[in-house]
């Protein structure tokens, strides 16, 4: 059973730029969420996709968009970078349940993003 | 909204010995899930244990065991026999049962976290 990825591990963007992130699902999940953990915090709830359509937002400005792909995996991205967007960016997968009930997220390893 | 608590932003414990991290919630929903991940420095939250809301039992994983006070929501987590590889960050985490609770998804709420460090 494959596990939850992400790429790149590591990024640098400066501000005013756009950043894509790419995470690919754990076999068998049909939803993906995504997080960004600042430095020193828990992670914060960005947007979640079921079915390749975004299904929840967290409080983060429409700056911050996703795509889900047929095979579930997924694209954060994020225009017009901020010096406060510096974090490390987490995916995570989950399967979608009958009766519309959720399962336990399973995360993958990061992306670490620093806007100089 | 809901919200998670950790007010434990460090704990110390020497190797083999029990430790309690604290973590208290607030929600309105009665259909819910609470977590336990792992954070170590390779940055990848790995989940420890995970309690449903309707089951009065508490969740057991090995070394790991959870106190799930439901009335008081409270969710601690106790690690026995701690080991050098336990040394993390611990987080707290809620999430609603249901997909579309609210009109829409909502993803994991976590807690600040609470820094374990384990003395040899």
């Known amino acids: 059973e494959t596990g939850v990825t992400q790429s790149p591990t590591h990024l640098i963007k400066t501000r005013g730029q756009q950043v894509t992130l790419r995470c690919s699902s754990q076999?068998?999940?049909?939803?993906v969420s995504w997080y960004q953990q600042a430095l020193g915090q828990g992670p914060q709830f960005i947007f979640q996709y079921y079915r390749e359509e975004e299904n929840g937002r967290g409080n983060f400005p429409p700056r911050f968009s996703g795509l889900q792909f047929p095979n579930y995996s997924s694209e954060l991205n994020v225009n017009a970078l901020e010096l406060d967007d510096s974090a490390l960016y987490l995916c995570?997968?989950?399967?979608?349940?009958?009766?519309?009930?959720?399962?336990?997220?399973?995360f993958g390893p990061g992306t670490r993003l620093t806007v100089l | 909204a809901q919200t998670v608590t950790q007010s434990q932003p460090e704990m110390s414990v020497q190797e083999a010995e029990t430790v309690t991290l604290s973590c208290t919630y607030d929600?309105?929903?009665?259909?819910?899930?609470l977590f336990w991940y792992k954070q170590p420095p390779s940055r990848q939250m790995i989940l420890v244990i995970r309690q449903e809301a309707y089951k009065q039992q508490n969740a057991t994983e090995n070394r790991f065991s959870v106190n799930f006070q439901k009335a008081a929501k409270s969710f601690s987590l106790k690690i026995s026999d701690s080991q050098l590889g336990d040394a993390a960050m611990y987080f707290c985490a809620y999430r609603s049962a249901l997909m579309y609770s609210g009109g829409g998804a909502d993803g994991l709420t976590f807690g600040k976290g609470t820094h374990l460090i384990i003395q040899p």
């Open positions: 995570a997968s989950s399967s979608g349940l009958a009766g519309g009930r959720t399962d336990t997220q399973y």
């Open positions: 076999s068998g999940h049909n939803t």
């Open positions: 929600t309105s929903e009665s259909d819910y899930y």
